[in-house]
Nanobody, 123 residues
């Protein structure tokens, strides 16, 4: 059974930092792309960042470039999203998702999803 479990969300002030974790189990992560998406109240879910487990290649949304960093820990089967210089507009539920092989930014093309973790940035 495939499971993606997010953790690390919380409340932080503008300019602060958080690190989200996505622990993967039940799949061969070496063939997967792991991505982070977020959904704010009343808005559509949007792509944040992704990493190819096999190559380490990364991709970011323009809105988070230079502030967020996605990385992976092979030993722990865990992907991290380091979020710095947080802004109120980063407030959302953050989800990790997995799909095989190819980078895509459309959430409809990801096969597996975690339950989400809330990130709230106060002004």
């Amino acid at each position: 059974q495939v499971q993606l479990e997010e953790s690390g969300g919380g409340l932080v002030q503008t300019g602060g930092s958080l690190r989200l974790s996505c622990a993967a189990s039940g799949l061969d992560v070496s063939t997967y792309v792991i991505a982070w998406f977020r959904q704010a109240p009343g808005k559509e879910r949007e792509f944040v960042a992704a990493i190819s487990w096999s190559t380490g290649r990364t991709s970011y949304a323009d809105s988070v470039k230079g502030r967020f960093t996605i990385s992976r820990d092979n030993a722990k089967n865990t992907v991290y999203l380091q979020m710095n210089s947080l802004k109120p507009e980063d407030t959302a539920v953050y989800y990790c998702a997995a799909r095989q092989r190819f980078f895509v930014t459309s959430d409809t093309l990801y096969e597996y999803w975690g339950q989400g973790t809330q990130v709230t940035v106060s002004s």
